[in-house]
Nanobody, 124 residues
Framework: VQLQASGGGLVQAGGSLTLSCAASGLTFSDYSVGWFRQAPGKEREHVATIRHTTRRSYYSDSVQGRFTISRDNAKKTVDLRMSGLKPEDTAIYFC??????????????????WGQGTLVTVSS
C-alpha cells in the first residue's frame, strides 16, 4: 500500500493551495482518508477526513470554513483545497487511510496507512 502526498509549497498568507493524496495497493473505496499536519515542535494534529461510507467530510475547528476535502474513488485520490491560509497553517501535511469509527476520526490511531508528507509553508 502506498499513499503519495503532493502539492505542498510556499504561499503567502491569504493564498490558496491544493494538496493531493494518491493511493495504490488498496481497495480505495473501502477506506476513509484523512489529512493530518505536524508543525515544528508540535504534535501531529487532525485536519480533515472524508469517510468512505457516507462520503461526509469532517474538519478541525482551526480549518473549518477554509479547507475542503474531496475524494475521487475512480482515480483513488483525495484532495485538500486550502484557502485563506495563515502562517499557523505551516506544517508537514500527511494523508492517511483507515477505517476509524465516527467518534475517532481525529485520532491518528484510526488510520492504518500513511503517506510521507508534503511541506506547506505560509509566509506572513
Amino acid at each position: 500500500v502506498q499513499l503519495q502526498a503532493s502539492g505542498g509549497g510556499l504561499v503567502q498568507a491569504g493564498g490558496s493551495l491544493t494538496l493531493s493524496c494518491a493511493a495504490s495497493g488498496l481497495t480505495f473505496s473501502d477506506y476513509s482518508v484523512g489529512w493530518f499536519r505536524q508543525a515544528p515542535g508540535k504534535e501531529r494534529e487532525h485536519v480533515a477526513t472524508i469517510r468512505h461510507t457516507t462520503r461526509r467530510s469532517y474538519y478541525s475547528d482551526s480549518v473549518q470554513g477554509r479547507f475542503t476535502i474531496s475524494r475521487d474513488n475512480a482515480k483513488k485520490t483525495v484532495d485538500l483545497r486550502m484557502s485563506g491560509l495563515k502562517p499557523e497553517d505551516t506544517a508537514i501535511y500527511f494523508c492517511a487511510a483507515g477505517q476509524p469509527i465516527l467518534s475517532s476520526l481525529s485520532s491518528s490511531r484510526g488510520y492504518r496507512y500513511w503517506g510521507q508528507g508534503t511541506l506547506v509553508t505560509v509566509s506572513s
